[in-house]
């Protein structure tokens, strides 16, 4: 491995495991799932977090899958904050029950990240799959007699935008004081089911204008976040804070990527912690070197004054919709490949023009549905 100067990451986002009782249609997971019998044990996540705080990592993301379905949650998080990491769980809530709350408080847990896949059971059954919207509402109650911070986070799309006011009651009458209102973003099995997730543009400038309205009648009260879907954007976001600057992101068997989606860019390969340390991976593996920086900038981006705050925008979105995971992000109004973004949106306009204006009536679409892994 070569190695050029590279930032200390600040975040490590731990995927404990791909095992899920959910299936979310925009899960952001791979196709392909990491299977259960090659996830790290207990002792190799305990070394990850000695050796991401060493090099400067502040905070654990547990994330999955569903990070609560690994038997030993109570151990990793204890080690991480061994390790002086500060942890935060990111979770459906399954499984989960109060006395096994109070046992991840007790254990160290800092921060509870719920997420909600809408504010009706009906519409978040569709979506996941799974009968789970009831037990996440008793999550909410048992979360105010617990010292954790708590975030809600509601991912949001063309089937459940009319309910957002129903979701900021629920965020209301929690005990969080952070919600996050994330429009679904299209890698995985979301960019499979995407047609079906996609909002009208006239359904993203109403979701706006609440969040806008809500985030000044709540303020001191509750902090609400927003991030719109990319597709509509007029420049890319800097995914991941620019690649391979600012996280790492450790999936279920070990490997380290510079994003959850990094492995759709073929001929890119990955490093495992079992085979070495997270700083000799940092600082010099090939998947972190690969668009770490300006060189591999193509034009416009390469003289774009914006490339130091978006950094050309994702990488993976590149390769998904440009078949070049070094060209401008497709989704940049300024990019060569623009047209096909406004094409999908194109579409999506066309197909709202023949359907029903109340999207809760109309027929439920084909969905892909996550499965879980062997
Ligand atoms: S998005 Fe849904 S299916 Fe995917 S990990 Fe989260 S809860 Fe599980
Ligand atoms: S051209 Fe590149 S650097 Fe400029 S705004 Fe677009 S993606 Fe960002």
Same mark, same amino acid.
Not at 69 to 86: N, S, V
Not at 107 to 124: I, K, M, P, V, Y
Not at 214 to 232: A, F, M, N
């Given at each position: 491995?070569?190695?050029?100067?590279?930032?200390?990451?600040?975040?490590?986002?731990?995927?404990?495991?791909? %095992?899920?009782?959910?299936?979310? /249609?925009?899960?952001?997971?791979?196709?392909?799932?990491?299977?259960?019998?090659?996830?790290?044990?207990?002792?190799?996540?305990?070394?990850?977090?000695?050796?991401?705080?060493?090099?400067? /990592?502040?905070?654990?993301?547990?994330?999955?899958?569903?990070?609560?379905?690994?038997?030993?949650?109570?151990?990793?998080?204890?080690?991480?904050?061994?390790?002086?990491?500060?942890?935060?769980?990111?979770?459906?809530?399954?499984?989960?029950?109060?006395?096994?709350?109070?046992?991840?408080? &007790?254990?160290?847990?800092?921060?509870?990240?719920?997420? +909600?896949?809408?504010?009706? !059971?009906?519409?978040?059954?569709?979506?996941?799959?799974?009968?789970?919207?009831?037990?996440?509402?008793?999550?909410?109650?048992?979360?105010?007699?617990?010292?954790?911070?708590?975030?809600? #986070?509601? /991912?949001?799309?063309?089937? #459940?935008?009319?309910?957002?006011? !129903?979701?900021?009651?629920?965020?209301?009458?929690?005990?969080?004081?952070?919600?996050?209102?994330?429009? /679904?973003?299209?890698?995985?099995?979301?960019?499979?089911?995407?047609?079906?997730? $996609?909002?009208?543009?006239?359904?993203?400038?109403?979701?706006?204008?609440?969040?806008?309205?809500?985030?000044? %009648?709540?303020?001191?009260?509750?902090?609400?976040?927003?991030?719109?879907?990319?597709?509509?954007?007029?420049?890319?976001?800097?995914?991941?804070?620019?690649?391979?600057?600012?996280?790492?992101?450790?999936?279920? #068997?070990?490997?380290?990527?510079?994003?959850?989606?990094? %492995?759709?860019?073929?001929?890119?390969?990955?490093?495992?912690?079992?085979?070495?340390?997270?700083?000799?991976?940092?600082?010099?593996?090939?998947?972190?070197?690969?668009?770490?920086?300006?060189?591999?900038?193509?034009?416009?981006?390469?003289?774009?004054?914006?490339?130091?705050?978006?950094?050309?925008?994702? %990488?993976?979105?590149? +390769?998904? $919709?440009?078949?070049?995971?070094?060209?401008?992000?497709?989704?940049?109004?300024?990019?060569?490949?623009?047209?096909?973004?406004?094409?999908?949106?194109?579409?999506?306009? &066309?197909?709202?023009?023949?359907?029903?204006?109340?999207?809760?009536? !109309?027929?439920?679409?084909?969905? $892909?549905?996550?499965?879980?892994?062997?």
């Amino acid at each position: 491995m070569t190695s050029t100067s590279a930032n200390d990451p600040l975040a490590l986002i731990a995927e404990l495991t791909h %095992r899920c009782p959910l299936h979310c /249609v925009y899960c952001s997971n791979p196709l392909a799932l990491t299977q259960r019998t090659t996830e790290l044990s207990t002792a190799d996540w305990s070394r990850v977090f000695q050796e991401a705080a060493a090099l400067g /990592v502040l905070q654990a993301d547990f994330t999955g899958g569903e990070p609560l379905t690994r038997p030993d949650i109570l151990d990793l998080i204890r080690a991480a904050r061994a390790a002086g990491l500060y942890v935060n769980l990111i979770t459906s809530g399954m499984p989960l029950d109060e006395s096994r709350l109070e046992a991840l408080t &007790q254990a160290g847990l800092d921060h509870f990240q719920l997420s +909600f896949q809408g504010a009706r !059971e009906e519409t978040a059954q569709e979506i996941s799959g799974t009968k789970a919207h009831a037990q996440k509402l008793r999550v909410l109650e048992w979360l105010k007699h617990h010292r954790l911070a708590v975030t809600l #986070n509601f /991912v949001i799309h063309r089937r #459940n935008l009319d309910q957002l006011p !129903e979701m900021l009651a629920l965020a209301e009458s929690s005990s969080a004081t952070r919600v996050e209102f994330a429009h /679904v973003q299209y890698y995985g099995w979301a960019f499979a089911n995407r047609d079906s997730l $996609l909002p009208t543009r006239e359904q993203l400038m109403q979701s706006v204008d609440f969040f806008k309205k809500s985030q000044e %009648r709540l303020t001191g009260k509750i902090r609400i976040e927003y991030v719109v879907p990319d597709y509509y954007a007029k420049y890319p976001k800097p995914c991941m804070g620019g690649w391979g600057r600012k996280l790492m992101l450790i999936t279920p #068997n070990g490997d380290a990527l510079p994003c959850h989606a990094a %492995r759709v860019i073929p001929h890119l390969s990955f490093e495992n912690v079992k085979d070495h340390s997270l700083q000799e991976i940092w600082e010099s593996s090939e998947a972190f070197q690969k668009f770490r920086g300006e060189s591999w900038m193509q034009d416009p981006c390469k003289t774009c004054d914006r490339r130091t705050q978006d950094f050309g925008g994702c %990488r993976c979105q590149a +390769f998904l $919709l440009a078949a070049d995971a070094a060209a401008t992000d497709p989704v940049c109004s300024l990019a060569p490949q623009r047209p096909k973004v406004d094409a999908i949106l194109a579409t999506v306009a &066309q197909a709202s023009a023949c359907a029903p204006t109340n999207i809760s009536t !109309e027929s439920k679409p084909a969905w $892909l549905y996550r499965p879980n892994p062997a």
